[in-house]
T-cell receptor, first 111, second 115 residues
Framework: GQQVMQIPQYQHVQEGEDFTTYCNSS?????IQWYKQRPGGHPVFLIQ?????EVKKQKRLTFQFGEAKKNSSLHITATQTTDVGTYFC???????????FGTGTRLQVTL | GAGVSQSPRYKVAKRGQDVALRCDPI?????LFWYQQALGQGPEFLTY????????KSGLPSDRFFAERPEGSVSTLKIQRTQQEDSAVYLC?????????????FGPGTRLTVL
């Protein structure tokens, strides 16, 4: 079945440093979504990418969808302590009626 | 408006007991999803409803798991004869439209611990 892997599993940065998480799917995706889950919280939708090569920005966050629509990345510029949490990508192939969530990247930010 | 709510927030069950977990989606949302999230893992799809119709239940791990949404709003996930491996957070999500790619709004989850 479809698998979605994320690297790294965990990253610890100092406030102000940049952070990137990468998402790779075993199959071509029709779209990809990104969610953030704070410790003890539930996933919160961040963004959706649909087009090959698409790049979207939300303040300090930059999301990219690969040309082959099998990978994606989330880059955070100048991290803040409020960025702490686990970031999940989630994709669907368009044929299966479900989102497959990635393994997640846990971000820890310290002062 | 109110978001997705789930109850109970925490449930402790003895092995072999039956449990029922409730989800109140955002009013008017057509789609409803159940996920299981083990500690340190991403949410794993269990089942999907479009209104009252259960269109996909391929993620339910065994026939001990049963979900319903009889009137197309509130949904209940029932687990019979709970086992220790059922311990996890059960997340419910709803989306406005009948499309898997639509934004999903998650509830706070029910943390189930089976002793």
């Amino acid at each position: 079945g479809q698998q979605v892997m994320q690297i790294p599993q965990y990253q610890h940065v100092q406030e102000g440093e940049d952070f990137t998480t990468y998402c790779n799917s075993s199959t071509t995706l029709s779209n990809i979504q990104w969610y953030k889950q704070r410790p003890g919280g539930h996933p919160v939708f961040l963004i959706q990418l649909v087009k090959s090569g698409e790049v979207k920005k939300q303040k300090r966050l930059t999301f990219q969808f690969g040309e082959a629509k099998k990978n994606s990345s989330l880059h955070i510029t100048a991290t803040q302590t409020t960025d702490v949490g686990t970031y999940f990508c989630a994709g669907d192939t368009g044929t299966a009626s479900k989102l497959t969530f990635g393994t997640g990247t846990r971000l820890q930010v310290t002062l | 408006g109110a978001g997705v709510s789930q109850s109970p927030r925490y449930k402790v069950a003895k092995r072999g007991q039956d449990v029922a977990l409730r989800c109140d989606p955002i009013s008017g949302h057509v789609s409803l999803f159940w996920y299981q999230q083990a500690l340190g893992q991403g949410p794993e799809f269990l089942t999907y409803f479009q209104n009252e119709a259960q269109l996909d239940k391929s993620g339910l791990p065994s026939d001990r798991f049963f979900a319903e949404r009889p009137e197309g709003s509130v949904s209940t996930l029932k687990i019979q004869r709970t086992q220790q491996e059922d311990s996890a957070v059960y997340l419910c999500a709803s989306s406005e439209r009948a499309a898997m790619w639509d934004t999903q709004y998650f509830g706070p989850g029910t943390r189930l611990t089976v002793l």
